[in-house]
Structures are given as C-alpha cells and as structure tokens.
C-alpha cells in the first residue's frame, strides 16, 4: 500500500498496485462481457446521424470527472458492498435481455448500471457526490427505443410543418397546406410537396443541445434555480431553430431549387441552425447571470449576531 497525501483521510482512495490489478481485471471482464452491446452502439453512433455524438460523451463523463479529480481522491472509500449488489444485479438483468427481442433497449441500461456498480465497488458510494453527473451522462449516448423514438418524432414534425405552412401563406399567390407532415403547395402552375423527415423533426438538435446544455449548466457555479432554468430551456430552443430551418428549407425548395433542400446545403443549413441554437443558450446563460446577483449579506440583529446568511440582490 502507497502513503496518503498530507490532509487525506485515512480511507480515502489510493490507486496502489492492488487497486490497479483488480480495476485491469473488472475492465476486461467488463469489455468481454458487454462487447456486442458496444459493437451496436458504435455501429449507432457511425450509421444515424441522430446519434453521430455519440463517441464524444464518454470522454466528456471523463473530463467531469477530471474535473473533480482531487475531491475524489480524497472521497472515503465506504460502502462498496453497494456497487458489488448493483454489478450482479446489472449482469442478472442483461442475461434476462438476451433471451428475448422485446427487451434490447435494457441491454445498454444494464451496462451502464454495471459501470456504477464497478465504480462504486471499487472507490465507495460517498464518490457518487461528484460521479453521479458523469454517469448520467453516458445515457445521451444510448438510442432511444424505435417506438419511442417515433413517438416522439411524429409530433415535432408536424408541429414543424404547421408552423411552416402557416408562415408560408403569408406569401401572395403561395397556396399551401399541411397534411400530416407533409407541406403540400402550388405557385404559378407549380405543384408539388415537402416532406418534413424525422432527420427534420429537430429530435437530433433537441437531444444534441441537451447534451450540450447539461455540460454548461454543471461545469460553471451557478445556483440551482438558474440550472433548472437552463435545461428546461434546452428543448424549446431547439424546438425554434429547427421550426426556422424547416421554414427556410421549404421555402428554397418551393422558390429557389429543390436540390438546396437536400445534400450538403441541407446538412450546412442544420449546422448553422444548431449553432444558433447554442448561441441562443449562452446569451440566456449570459443574461441569468447578469440579471440576478447572488451576494453575502453582512448584517446584525440587535444582539450582534448575523441577521442572515446571504440575500439575492436584483440588477
């Protein structure tokens, strides 16, 4: 066993020999075991666009932790038995999804609760006060059920088309409709429609901004209530730029070229929308910061003693 630190408690993690030996075992046993679950999610994240940032999460829950790094390794060492129950418990709930179709999106789920399980067992349940963060944050790497993902693509894409076609009639001589998803139009003898697809539904920059989002909201101090705040913001947000995207899509479609709408000015379109979006959550981050002051108020009742702790001072 190596020495502690000065000022490190006595049963605080130490990566010493044995440490090292048994998380080399618990990692290769972990990759053996999960292998064909990370051989389909990388094959999710290479081949669907709607999962592509899938290979930057993992090393994102990395740099969290990285960023805790000194607190966790001051962080006692207690309670592994925990991650010991949740590790058997994950490996007993993913054999159980292997005998049947139906349950395919648990196998992922199983996997990242063995990684808690294995994090836990190796450094103790008090690491969960900084690990829990990262640890969420593997699940914006998992794809949503096909159901489920349909479910709610539907909806944002005719929510999408609505709007499109309602801003869209303001044009003169433009007469449009909305049937389903589709944009159904004529001008000046030209018939046609716009297929609003679920790439265009806006589920790739909602889930995209929320990763995005959740990352800025925790990596600065800020209170609680501005963090709610932010995340709540996160679909919305993408909810409008994708709205706007769609809008000017249909309209280089209908006036411009069908072939702007499609291919690389499509994708270029997406990005820039995506983008906006990002600047549009830094600039209400920008503004909860600016707007409310959190400072200490230093106050005595009459008896000298502190009146209070701190108050919230509006600007």
Same mark, same amino acid.
């Given at each position: 066993m190596? %020495?502690?630190?000065?000022?490190m +408690? ?5 990566? =010493? ?13 972990? *990759?053996?075991?999960?292998y ?33 790094? =000194?607190?966790?390794r ?10 010991l129950?949740?590790?058997?418990? @994950? ?8 005998f ?7 196998? +992922?789920? @199983?996997m990242l609760?063995? *990684? ?21 944050y ?15 693509t ?25 049937? !389903? ?13 716009v ?6 539904s806006?589920?790739?920059?909602t889930i995209?901004?929320? @990763? ?6 925790f990596?600065t ?9 932010m995340?709540?913001?996160?679909? +919305? ?10 809008i000017i ?9 069908p072939?702007?709408?499609? !291919? %690389? ?6 990005? *820039?929308?995506?983008?906006i979006?990002f600047?549009?959550f ?21 008896? !000298? ?11």
């Amino acid at each position: 066993m190596s %020495t502690l630190p000065v000022n490190m +408690p006595r049963d605080a993690i130490v990566f =010493d020999r044995e440490s090292q030996i048994k998380t080399g075992v618990l990692a290769l046993l972990f *990759v053996l075991v999960f292998y064909p679950i990370l051989l389909d999610l990388q094959y999710h994240w290479l081949h669907e666009l709607d999962w592509s940032h899938g290979p930057i999460i993992p090393l994102f829950s990395i740099y969290l932790l990285y960023l805790n790094w =000194d607190k966790i390794r001051r962080t006692p060492v207690r309670h592994t038995w925990v991650g010991l129950v949740l590790l058997l418990g @994950a490996l007993g709930a993913y054999q159980f999804t292997l005998f049947s179709l139906q349950f395919l999106f648990l196998r +992922p789920v @199983a996997m990242l609760v063995a *990684v808690l399980g294995i994090a836990i067992y190796l450094c103790g349940l008090p690491v969960m006060r900084y690990g829990w963060l990262p640890w969420l944050y593997l699940f914006f790497a998992i794809p949503l059920p096909k159901r489920a993902y349909l479910a709610i693509t539907e909806p944002l894409r005719q929510i999408a088309a609505t709007v499109a076609t309602s801003v869209l009639s303001l044009i003169p001589d433009l007469e449009i409709q909305r049937l !389903g998803s589709t944009i159904q139009y004529m001008y000046q003898r030209n018939v046609g429609q716009v297929e609003v697809a679920d790439a265009c539904s806006g589920m790739r920059s909602t889930i995209t901004l929320l @990763a995005i989002g959740v990352a800025v909201t925790f990596m600065t101090p800020r209170p609680t209530w501005q963090r709610v705040i932010m995340l709540l913001s996160c679909v +919305p947000i993408a909810m409008f730029c994708n709205v706007i995207r769609v809008i000017i899509t249909s309209y280089l479609y209908i006036f411009v070229d069908p072939s702007y709408a499609e !291919g %690389t000015p499509h994708m270029v379109l997406g990005l *820039v929308m995506m983008m906006i979006a990002f600047g549009m959550f830094q600039f209400l981050a920008w503004m909860l910061q600016h707007f409310v002051v959190e400072t200490e108020v230093d106050e005595t009742d009459d008896d !000298g003693r502190p009146a209070a702790e701190g108050g919230v001072v509006a600007s």
